[in-house]
Nanobody, 121 residues
Framework: QVQLVESGGGLVQPGGSLRLSCAAS????????MAWYRQGPGKKRELVAG???????NYADSVKGRFTISRDNAKNTVYLQMNSLKPEDTAVYYC???????????????WGQGTQVTVSS
């Protein structure tokens, strides 16, 4: 079993910044891809940003230039630096990882429990 534990959410004013962290623990052989998703009130869950082991990233158009995803492969941890936050960024943010527990095992999708980010004055 692999667990993803997020931290760093909270309440911030428009224009402010937050940094989310997500640490993976358990029986891990490799994590090929890590990402952040979010689900706002009454909305579908959407991809915010993703990063592969080699460091290539992808972002939703709505966060490009404001959010930065990074990862520490040695610590199996992914970060999301969020700057210039807007009220529409308000959502529960979920960590996601594609995990392999051994060389021969199939990769599977793991999710964190989510952390609330609220952008409001």
């Amino acid at each position: 079993q692999v667990q993803l534990v997020e931290s760093g959410g909270g309440l911030v004013q428009p224009g402010g910044s937050l940094r989310l962290s997500c640490a993976a623990s358990g029986s891990i052989f490799s994590i090929n891809y890590m990402a952040w998703y979010r689900q706002g009130p009454g909305k579908k869950r959407e991809l915010v940003a993703g990063i592969i082991t080699a460091g290539t990233t992808n972002y939703a158009d709505s966060v490009k230039g404001r959010f930065t995803i990074s990862r520490d492969n040695a610590k199996n941890t992914v970060y999301l630096q969020m700057n210039s936050l807007k009220p529409e960024d308000t959502a529960v943010y979920y960590c996601y990882a594609v995990v392999r527990v051994s060389m021969s095992a199939q990769a599977y999708n793991a999710w964190g429990q989510g952390t609330q980010v609220t952008v409001s004055s």
